[in-house]
């Protein structure tokens, strides 16, 4: 295969359009921000706490794993249930509870730097209060200039609420990673790729690809041990690897087996250094 050149060897940065964010999590977060000037009312039917309801509640003796969790301490507070301000698991406690009624509440969860399949226990005594319903106000260019400015209409303000969901720069992990900062690189590619060199039913845009890695592999002057070649093997474990190399030694496809470590190796490089950002 000949060889080729790049207009740049430097790590890939490429920024792609932040994904529109959905309607329904722009109204979800109006609802929330619209919650502080709500007015409320205590619901005389005599029924049990159902999803979605606000409440006054209090919790005494929060503990987790009997250790005392002062975050989930509440103090004749309103608490909107499902809303996510608490554990699912708690919010299953409180459903079905009546206006006056105490119970000790067990409410599973998983913390942070738990393993899989290890739960804590989230335990407090919890009264309902009181049952309301929320009467949140309409919105309006006028509501928004009073209580959201800079904002100064409605269609200002959920742009500004949409853009609060900004998306982390794409993971080095994520399927998608390594085919955009290839595709990237192969868009530097000088020469055009030789015909020639094309495998049966090979897209030429694969064999641009090819080269391009082929470019920075050379560039990069990667050097690979015997060892190193091995470990670039495709495989599960260092056995399959092993395995599949010796297969290729006896087929004397040794240059081959290199070559595509060398590939696997600049690769390797290209996807830790480069980015992917969301603008």
């Given at each position: 295969m000949k060889?080729?050149?790049?207009?740049?060897?430097?790590?890939?940065t490429i920024e792609l359009p932040k994904p529109q964010v959905p309607e329904s999590l722009v109204d979800s977060q109006i609802e929330k921000l619209l919650e502080p000037l709500a007015e409320y009312h205590e619901v005389a039917e005599d029924r049990g706490v159902v999803s979605g309801d606000h409440i006054v509640v209090t919790t005494?003796?929060?503990c987790i794993d009997g250790n005392p969790a002062s975050n989930f301490v509440l103090q004749h507070s309103v608490y909107h249930v499902g809303a996510g301000e608490m554990p699912r698991t708690f919010d299953d406690e409180i459903v079905g509870m009546g206006v006056g009624e105490t119970k000790d509440a067990v409410a599973p969860i998983k913390m942070p730097l738990a393993q899989d399949g290890n739960l804590s226990q989230l335990t407090?005594?919890?009264?309902?209060?009181?049952?309301?319903?929320?009467?949140?106000?309409?919105?309006?260019?006028?509501?928004?200039?009073?209580?959201?400015?800079p904002a100064c209409t409605v269609a200002?303000?959920?742009?500004?609420?949409?853009?609060?969901?900004?998306?982390?720069?794409?993971?080095?992990?994520?399927?998608?990673?390594?085919?955009?900062?290839?595709?990237?690189?192969a868009k530097r590619l000088v020469e055009e790729p030789d015909t020639a060199d094309l495998l049966p039913g090979q897209p030429l845009e694969a064999l641009r690809v090819t080269?391009?890695?082929?470019?920075?592999?050379?560039?990069?002057?990667?050097?690979l041990s015997d060892d190193d070649i091995t470990a670039q093997m495709p495989g599960n474990d260092a056995e399959q690897r092993m395995k599949i190399r010796k297969q290729l030694e006896d087929q004397g496809l040794d240059d081959e087996a290199r070559v595509f470590a060398l590939r696997e190796a600049a690769l390797s490089w290209l996807?830790?250094?480069s980015r992917v950002t969301y603008r």
């Open positions: 060889k080729y050149t790049l207009t740049s060897y430097e790590p890939v005494e003796d929060a407090m005594r919890v009264t309902v209060e009181k049952i309301l319903s929320a009467h949140q106000p309409e919105l309006t260019d006028e509501l928004v200039r009073e209580h959201f400015a200002e303000f959920r742009s500004g609420v949409a853009g609060q969901f900004g998306k982390p720069d794409m993971a080095k992990d994520d399927a998608q990673f390594p085919d955009l900062v290839l595709d990237e690189l080269c391009a890695i082929d470019a920075l592999a050379d560039h990069l002057d990667i050097e996807v830790n250094n």
